[in-house]
């Protein structure tokens, strides 16, 4: 699976991004899709993740209310829309996937990280 993440940017505190991450190679329609970020000097945690039908969703506790993940089957892409962005979101976020759906890191797939920096 080939993934490819984008939307990333500079954004004042506030703002709002959507992310995209396009996947290649396998049934998309069959993974679970999943976003995580790694700030500077921090280790990599999870963000959200979503069924491979779109049903189930979760997000972590730092973005709940904040940020929304969806997926398009047909275009084989997910994204996360990430609304009231502050300082603390800075970081390169990444997409994953995998077969199973995880609340940790243990992702099988992994997208090359686009970064999101938040300003004041």
């Known amino acids: 699976v080939q993934l490819q993440a984008s939307g990333g940017g500079l954004v004042q505190a506030g703002g709002s991004l959507r992310l995209s991450c396009a996947a290649s190679?396998?049934?998309?329609?069959?993974?679970?899709m999943g976003w995580f970020r790694q700030a500077p000097g921090k280790e990599r945690e999870f963000i959200a993740r979503?069924?491979?039908?779109?049903?189930?969703?979760g997000v972590a506790d730092s973005v709940k209310g904040r940020f929304t993940i969806s997926r398009d089957n047909a275009k084989n892409t997910v994204y996360l829309q990430m609304d009231s962005l502050k300082l603390e979101d800075t970081a390169v976020y990444y997409c994953?996937?995998?077969?199973?759906?995880?609340?940790?890191?243990?992702?099988?797939?992994w997208g090359q990280g686009t970064q999101v920096t938040v300003s004041s």
């Open positions: 994953a996937a995998d077969l199973r759906y995880l609340p940790t890191t243990a992702w099988e797939y």
């Open positions: 190679g396998r049934t998309f329609s069959r993974l679970s």
């Open positions: 979503i069924t491979w039908s779109g049903v189930g969703t």
